[in-house]
């Protein structure tokens, strides 16, 4: 039992990086990625280490802790907008997306998991994971096109070279 504790360790010590950004994308709130790592490396500790199931073993206890603490941080925030909830994760195009949009275009798109286990960990239908999918697959497209990290629909004006344009481009073509 040591011997398996201190391989899942040695493990999470070496994929420390990718392990703290999938659980750094996956929560909606300021949680430690170090704590939530801790707690997955804890739920692990017990059961058997194998080196070629090690890493996606890691990941998906790590993806469950993370999501796991984002409902329980939900659960426990008072009702807010979406504007006050709003948690940018670094400047990265996909950590810019809302919780909902970000946590599914991870798991899809990045880690390539399928819509059936992205909407199980979730807990969504899937055809809400592919919605998701698809909103923040076009937010991207339309930051990328203004060139800009900034993809919340409530932030404003997005400032592109010496040109304002605005945050949401489609509201514009409506007026």
Same mark, same amino acid.
């Given at each position: 039992?040591?011997?398996?504790?201190?391989?899942?360790?040695?493990?999470?010590?070496?994929?420390?990086?990718?392990?703290?950004?999938?659980?750094?994308?996956?929560?909606?709130?300021?949680?430690?990625?170090?704590?939530?790592?801790?707690?997955?490396?804890?739920? !692990?500790?017990? %059961?058997?280490?194998? &080196? +070629?199931?090690?890493?996606?073993? $890691?990941? =998906?206890?790590?993806?469950?802790?993370?999501?796991?603490?984002?409902?329980?941080?939900?659960?426990?925030?008072?009702?807010?907008?979406?504007?006050?909830?709003?948690?940018?994760?670094?400047?990265?195009?996909?950590?810019?997306?809302?919780?909902?949009?970000?946590?599914?275009?991870?798991?899809?798109?990045?880690?390539?998991?399928?819509?059936?286990?992205?909407?199980?960990? !979730?807990?969504? %239908?899937?055809?809400? &994971? +592919?919605?998701?999918?698809?909103? $923040?697959? =076009?937010?991207?497209?339309?930051?990328?096109?203004?060139?800009?990290?900034?993809?919340?629909?409530?932030?404003?004006?997005?400032?592109?070279?010496?040109?304002?344009?605005?945050?949401?481009?489609?509201?514009?073509?409506?007026?």
């Amino acid at each position: 039992m040591k011997h398996e504790e201190n391989a899942w360790k040695t493990l999470f010590e070496k994929q420390h990086a990718s392990l703290a950004m999938a659980a750094d994308m996956l929560v909606d709130h300021d949680a430690s990625s170090g704590v939530i790592l801790n707690q997955a490396l804890a739920v !692990l500790a017990g %059961s058997s280490f194998h &080196v +070629e199931f090690g890493y996606p073993a $890691a990941l =998906r206890a790590v993806i469950k802790t993370a999501v796991a603490e984002n409902r329980k941080s939900a659960n426990s925030r008072t009702a807010g907008s979406p504007e006050e909830s709003y948690r940018p994760k670094g400047n990265s195009l996909v950590g810019n997306l809302p919780w909902p949009e970000r946590s599914v275009y991870y798991l899809r798109e990045i880690l390539r998991y399928s819509r059936r286990n992205t909407a199980l960990l !979730l807990s969504l %239908s899937d055809a809400n &994971v +592919e919605q998701l999918c698809s909103m $923040a697959a =076009r937010r991207i497209a339309t930051a990328r096109e203004f060139n800009s990290p900034n993809l919340h629909h409530g932030s404003g004006p997005v400032a592109v070279g010496t040109i304002t344009a605005p945050a949401n481009p489609s509201a514009v073509m409506r007026e």
